[in-house]
Nanobody, 122 residues
Framework: QVQLVESGGGLVQAGDSLRLSCAASGRTFSSSVMGWFRQAPGKEREFVATISWSAESTYYADSVKGRFTISRDNAENTVYLQMNSLKPEDTAVYYC???????????????WGQGTQVTVSS
């Protein structure tokens, strides 16, 4: 059984930064692709960023490229999402997931955390 716990969300102003964390347990984290997705009110969950097991490869949605950075610490079984220059349109519940492959496709992510709310005021 895989367990993922996100943390680090909150209420910030436009231009501020936040760092989200996702702590994993229950399987071999260090060999797993990890991804961040988000879901805004009234919208479908969308891809944000993904990172390979070795951290050699990362990929970002165009909407966050240059502002967000995904990273991981395999010794701590944790993946991070550093979010800078936040915008009101970044407001959403952010989820981390364990991916079967390095992909942006949500259906390839097998396990999800409960999510953490990020709210950016203008």
């Amino acid at each position: 059984q895989v367990q993922l716990v996100e943390s680090g969300g909150g209420l910030v102003q436009a231009g501020d930064s936040l760092r989200l964390s996702c702590a994993a347990s229950g399987r071999t984290f260090s060999s797993s692709v990890m991804g961040w997705f988000r879901q805004a009110p009234g919208k479908e969950r969308e891809f944000v960023a993904t990172i390979s097991w070795s951290a050699e490869s990362t990929y970002y949605a165009d909407s966050v490229k240059g502002r967000f950075t995904i990273s991981r610490d395999n010794a701590e079984n944790t993946v991070y999402l550093q979010m800078n220059s936040l915008k009101p349109e970044d407001t959403a519940v952010y989820y981390c997931g364990v991916g079967r492959v390095f992909t942006v496709q949500e259906r390839q992510y097998l396990y999800w955390g409960q999510g953490t709310q990020v709210t950016v005021s203008s």
